[in-house]
């Protein structure tokens, strides 16, 4: 009976995936009125929150984003710039030039450390927001530049949208179903992929869940070279799967970039980015630590982030974390 279900899984998600494959892309209206900016994130609610909170039995807590540092990987091909850190004060510094005019002895006793950063929006963990790419000059819900981008940002789905998110959260361990512990260079990851792991974990998922997806690249996370070197990432297919067939609210991946390149269509050098974000409305989040839930075979927990609101911006850092449910 088993073996059943998974060939006609299998034929169904691959009839599905050729049936889509070459849709025309336009940006989408939301069903969520004229007026909306977070796309399909309207589908939490105060009571999907609260459900999705009820089956925590533990404070086991699993931190699914990486740390910032000098050096890190990040998308630097079209110019954007590198993370940078300097320290605007340090203690002995403090007593030579006693900015505070409190004099040598108060400064000696008081040690003072301040620092600073810049960064691009889209470095670490965080998450896209829904004017990060459109297409035909429009982004999601038809939002145009000439009417709402800004010397000072977008006024319409800017980063400081975007709210605190609670959902029940399902990790599909992609490196882990084909025993690898990185999935090949430019592996494009299809929806049947994602189905036969979703049955090899015996986890199904519900509408309104965020699904992450480990290919294994945030082991190399702390060696930019390798990190960023020909990295795999989700197909267009599979992400239409997701969306369209399992309707999730989220997507999550440890990747950069959450697609693979180069690009399936010759028409759309990133389809996968303007295909949920501006086509669907479903953002999502890169560059995500995924190993500690993968190691310990975490597939179903809740979900908890929250972004930097940086008004006007197409992406912020985010900080999530699971907690596992009981069962």
Do not use: C
Not at 100 to 105: D, P, T, Y
Not at 178 to 184: F, I
Not at 200 to 220: A, E, H, M, Y
């Amino acid at each position: 009976m088993k073996l059943r279900l998974t060939i006609l899984s299998t034929l169904l998600v691959t009839a599905f995936t050729n049936l889509i494959a070459q849709d025309q892309e336009t940006v989408g209206t939301s069903p969520w009125g004229k007026d909306d900016e977070i796309g399909a994130l309207n589908m939490m609610t105060d009571n999907s929150k609260a459900k999705a909170l009820s089956d925590i039995s533990s404070g086991k807590t699993y931190d699914l984003s990486v740390e910032y540092f000098v050096g890190m990987p990040s998308f630097h091909v079209l110019g954007d710039p590198s993370y940078q850190y300097w320290l605007t004060h340090t203690p002995k510094g403090t007593v030579v030039d006693n900015p505070n005019g409190l004099g040598r002895i108060m400064n000696e006793k008081v040690s003072y450390t301040g620092d600073a950063i810049s960064m691009y929006t889209h470095m670490g963990t965080h998450i896209d927001a829904l004017n990060h790419f459109g297409l035909n000059g429009k982004i999601w819900n038809g939002f145009t530049t000439e009417e709402y981008l800004g010397d000072k940002g977008w006024g319409k789905t800017g980063a400081e949208t975007i709210p605190p998110i609670v959902a029940r959260g399902i990790l599909i361990d992609l490196a882990g179903y084909k025993e690898e512990k990185t999935l090949s260079k430019n592996y494009r990851i299809t929806a049947e992929d994602l189905s036969q792991a979703l049955i090899k974990q015996q986890v199904n998922i519900l509408p309104g869940d965020i699904v992450l997806i480990r290919t294994g690249q945030g082991r190399f996370y702390r060696n930019a070279s390798a990190y960023l070197d020909d990295f795999p990432g989700i197909s267009l297919g599979a992400a239409k799967w997701l969306v369209e067939e399992k309707k999730i609210m989220l997507l999550g991946a440890d990747n950069l970039s959450f697609e693979a390149f180069p690009s399936e269509r010759e028409d759309n050098w990133v389809p996968v980015h303007t295909y949920l974000l501006a086509e669907k409305g479903v953002m999502f989040i890169e560059q995500m630590f995924l190993e500690e839930l993968a190691k310990d075979k975490v597939y179903e927990f809740v979900f908890l982030a929250a972004s930097l609101k940086l008004k006007g911006a197409s992406g912020a850092p985010i900080r999530p974390f699971a907690i596992p449910y009981s069962h």
